[in-house]
């Protein structure tokens, strides 16, 4: 073997899996097609539970120092408000997506993540140990073998189409054209989605200088695989806006749909998908970049499991079972978005109408909760209200002195956490103790705060997967040892003989 793991691209999803593997003490090469990064940018943010996730690895400073945080954020356009209670890092980072990259590759640099450019998959075999991966590069064609091979390519996914899986959705129903250029003659700070007949457009400050144009057509569907250009974004802006603002001097110039698909399987036996090779969607709301950094923290630490051959296979099946729901969700909300968006009477009394109802508290609260995936819960067994969601960064004390929970999980390790200091325990974990980081503490809150559940008595005892999910959590009371076993069997491996 090579490698254990080959990731395809080097995108955020398959930069932040790299890292995740590394952590995990797995050899891993990620290939890239591009000689280099381009500096170009479609997301321009991160919501909570990617900042999270972050903060649980303990490189969120970096990205706090590189981007704004942004008190509000949006459903189609329409405004939402954020609430501190929920995360303690309650609001959107509005980041470049390019920054995000170079970030994560300097993350993953530092962890011994090997990044191999100029090199594209353009073939794939597999067999019972592992899968032979082709790579066209700027000299000879060349092949790696790994263990496993992680299909992070994007939308237009080689390896999802190498492997044969399908790609099941609906098709664009409309164009955006997409530019950063300067606007000269803008009379104000910015334009916010403004709608008119046949479309919409909004003309945003990026960074100081430039603007982020955007022109909605939904009259004509543009053939995806036709270049878009700076005076198609002129002719449209003039079409929708009346002028062109002076525009010039484009960065870069992209276009975009509402076509919503995704992968009928994450995983084909030793070939799996996350990012957008998994699933695409209208990019309302911003959530691609997020849903794919998440799908790497929810699939690195179960490869690195099975590559270390501590847990079964199958424990890769947990990955799309969880994680196919969760973009399923995402594909459905941007559906909805889309559809909010289109020109017409009728859609301007219905965004009328939704958004009087979006000052009401619960539904921004649900609204919010869905565009950030604070409120996702996987369908792990168990009865306790915080079993599948993700912990809350509360406040601890141990006898080494103050820390969080995501302190605790910076090492990307399972971590049994005991607020009671039972015996029991303690001594049903031993047989994981290589593993599994028991950690005993004292909650500086009694009670806890769960996106939309509401508040929880602090619990006795959980075990956090290293995704920062819960697997496992008791109450007051005797803990159900039986069951803490069960969890640590299905998501550890099976205890190692004494
Ligand atoms: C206008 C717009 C705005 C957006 N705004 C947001 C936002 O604010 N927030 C958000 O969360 N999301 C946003 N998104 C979505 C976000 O950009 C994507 O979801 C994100 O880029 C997906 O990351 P990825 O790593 O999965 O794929 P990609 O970023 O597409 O990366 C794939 C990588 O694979 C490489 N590659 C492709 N084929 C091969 C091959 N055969 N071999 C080797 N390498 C290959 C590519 O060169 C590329 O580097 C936006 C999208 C658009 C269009």
């Not at 919501?47 to 972050?54: D, F, G």
């Not at 002028?243 to 030793?270: I, L, N």
């Not at 969601?389 to 390790?413: C, M, N």
Request: aromatic share 6%.
């Amino acid at each position: 073997m090579d490698t254990d793991v080959v990731i395809a691209g080097a995108g955020p999803t398959g930069l932040m899996l790299a890292c995740e593997l590394r952590l995990a003490g797995v050899d891993v090469v990620v290939v890239e097609r591009l000689a280099e990064r381009t500096g170009e940018s479609r997301a321009g943010g991160m919501h909570s539970r990617t900042l999270e996730v972050l903060d649980q690895r303990g490189v969120l400073d970096r990205f706090l120092a590189a981007g704004e945080l942004q008190p509000v954020g949006h459903f189609s356009g329409l405004w939402l408000d954020f609430d501190e209670s929920e995360s303690r890092h309650p609001y959107p980072l509005m980041i470049l997506q390019n920054v995000i990259e170079r970030l994560l590759e300097e993350w993953g640099t530092e962890l011994g993540v090997r990044v191999r450019r100029s090199s594209e998959v353009t073939g794939i075999r597999q067999d019972e140990d592992g899968v032979t991966v082709e790579l066209g590069t700027a000299e000879a064609p060349e092949t790696l073998r790994a263990r496993y091979l992680v299909g992070c390519d994007g939308g237009r996914s080689t390896v999802r189409k190498l492997a044969g899986i399908d790609f099941p959705g609906t098709p664009a129903t409309m164009t955006a054209l997409i530019g950063d250029v300067e606007l000269p003659d803008l009379p104000e700070d910015y334009v916010w989605v403004r709608r008119v007949p046949g479309g919409d457009f909004s003309a945003i400050a990026f960074e100081p200088g430039w603007y982020r144009v955007i022109t909605s057509d939904y009259e004509n569907v543009s053939d995806r695989d036709e270049p878009a250009t700076f005076e198609q974004l002129r002719e449209s802006l003039v079409r929708l806006a009346g002028t062109d603002f002076g525009m010039h001097s484009p960065r870069w110039v992209s276009k975009f749909g509402d076509a919503a698909r995704q992968a009928a399987q994450y995983r084909d036996g030793r070939v799996l998908l996350a990012g957008d090779a998994a699933h695409i969607h209208f990019p309302a709301g911003g959530q691609g970049l997020n849903m794919g950094v998440q799908d790497a923290v929810n699939l690195g630490w179960k490869l690195a499991s099975v590559v270390r051959g501590q847990a079964p296979e199958s424990l890769l099946d947990s990955y799309h079972d969880e994680r196919h729901p969760v973009a399923e969700r995402v594909l459905h909300n941007t559906r909805a978005q889309s559809a909010l968006a289109r020109p017409g009477a009728q859609t301007d009394a219905l965004r009328d109408v939704f958004g009087s109802l979006m000052v009401f508290d619960d539904v921004n609260r649900h609204l919010r909760a869905m565009l950030t995936a604070l409120d996702i819960r996987y369908a792990l067994d168990g009865d306790h209200p915080l079993t599948g969601r993700r912990v809350p960064d509360a406040d601890l004390k141990t006898s080494d002195g103050a820390t969080r929970v995501y302190e605790l999980l910076h090492a990307a390790r399972p971590v049994l956490l005991d607020l009671r200091g039972s015996a029991e325990v303690a001594a049903a974990a031993e047989g994981w103790a290589d593993r599994v980081d028991l950690v005993t503490a004292r909650s500086e809150d009694d009670h806890w705060s769960v996106p939309v559940f509401g508040e929880i008595p602090a619990p006795a005892a959980l075990l956090i997967r290293p995704d920062g999910h819960v697997a496992w959590a008791a109450a007051d009371g005797a803990p159900d040892t039986a069951e803490l076993r069960t969890a640590l069997t299905t998501w550890c491996g099976p205890a190692r003989q004494a």
